[in-house]
């Protein structure tokens, strides 16, 4: 359940489950939209999963998946430690070709568990991406910037030496979607920091 919360301008805590979406900026410990007037807050008791599933998944949602960037030292992480950093290091890379401005055709589901992300084809024949809960160091769903209304939410993840990390970018059908995969994921994290503490 999202209530109405008045915009702030410093920075939460890391063990915040809020997600926070205003102008050019975020501040949760995973990240919202930005370059949006929008601001709201998450109910963490609200959307709790049973884990009881069969495939585990809380939610799935069809995205189309943008591009990455992996493999960059883990020095880089520290510049990227902010949410306009991030956004500011996509839009680079794909003014430098690094990343294109929009994705293919395809479009793929990305099921979010409490072990992570798993981007497969339609058919979920193929897995394509797996993203383990505990390697995820931020999630930020923000505008594109072209004008169409689409959303982009950006993974930022390491390795289990976090030696290195990689960027990774998926695109959403709507401001709404960004933020209902950007929920759950916190539901994912609030469940598995419930299991540890139990």
């Known amino acids: 359940m999202f209530r ?11 063990q915040s489950s809020e997600i926070s979406t205003k102008s050019k ?7 919202g939209l930005s370059r949006s007037s929008t601001v709201a807050s998450l109910d963490s008791d609200s959307n709790k999963s049973s884990g009881n599933s069969a495939s585990e998944t ?19 992480s520290k510049t990227l430690q902010e ?14 070709g690094e ?6 055709d395809e479009e793929m589901v990305l099921g979010v568990s409490k072990y992570g992300i798993k981007v497969a084809s339609v058919d979920q024949c193929d897995v394509l991406h797996r993203h383990p809960l505990y390697l995820i160091v931020r999630m930020l769903c923000y505008d594109d ?14 390795d289990t030496k976090q030696e290195e990390c990689s960027i990774w970018v998926y695109q959403c059908s709507s401001s709404e979607q960004a933020q209902s995969i950007c929920k ?15």
Do not use: W
């Open 145 to 158: 910037g072209l004008g169409a209304g689409k959303n982009l939410l950006a993974l930022k993840t390491t």
């Open 4 to 14: 109405k919360v008045k915009k702030r301008h410093s920075s939460s805590s890391s």
């Open 58 to 76: 809380c939610a799935e949602f069809r995205v189309k998946y943008v591009g990455s960037i992996e493999n960059l030292e883990f020095a880089m």
């Open 184 to 198: 759950v994921l916190s539901t994912s994290f609030d469940c598995a920091l419930s299991s540890d503490k139990s």
């Open 25 to 31: 900026s975020v501040d949760s410990s995973l990240g």
């Open 83 to 96: 949410p306009l950093d991030l956004i500011n290091y996509i839009d680079a890379a794909q003014q430098d």
């Open 99 to 104: 990343l294109p401005f929009v994705p293919g």
